[in-house]
C-alpha cells in the first residue's frame, strides 16, 4: 500500500485515483500521522457485503437476547396533573 501526503493526494488526486484503481487501497497522511485510507469500490462493496449479517443469522444470532427486566405491576409512579387557575 502507497502512502500519500494529504497536500500530494490533493493536488496530484486523478494520479491518486488511478494509483488506487490499478494498485489497490492509498494511505493517506497529515501530518505523519496516518488519516484515511482510499479503496477501489469492488474492495469497498466487497467489505459492506462482508460487515452484513443475513437475516437468517440475525435470527439465530444471541445478540440482542437478555433477560427483559419489567417493572412490579403497580409499581410505576404517574405524573400530577396540574390544574389550571
Do not use: Y
Not at 494511505?27 to 485510507?37: F, I, N
Amino acid at each position: 500500500m502507497q502512502t500519500w501526503h494529504i497536500q500530494d493526494a490533493k493536488a496530484r488526486f486523478s494520479e491518486f485515483l488511478n494509483t488506487c484503481v490499478n494498485n489497490g487501497p492509498q494511505l493517506v497522511t497529515k501530518r505523519g500521522v496516518e488519516a484515511a485510507v482510499l479503496v477501489p469500490i469492488e474492495t469497498w462493496n466487497r467489505m459492506q457485503e462482508m460487515v452484513k449479517p443475513s437475516l437468517k443469522e440475525l435470527l439465530l444470532s444471541n445478540e440482542g437476547r437478555g433477560e427483559l427486566v419489567l417493572p412490579k405491576r403497580g409499581s410505576a409512579k404517574r405524573r400530577a396533573i396540574k390544574k389550571l387557575p
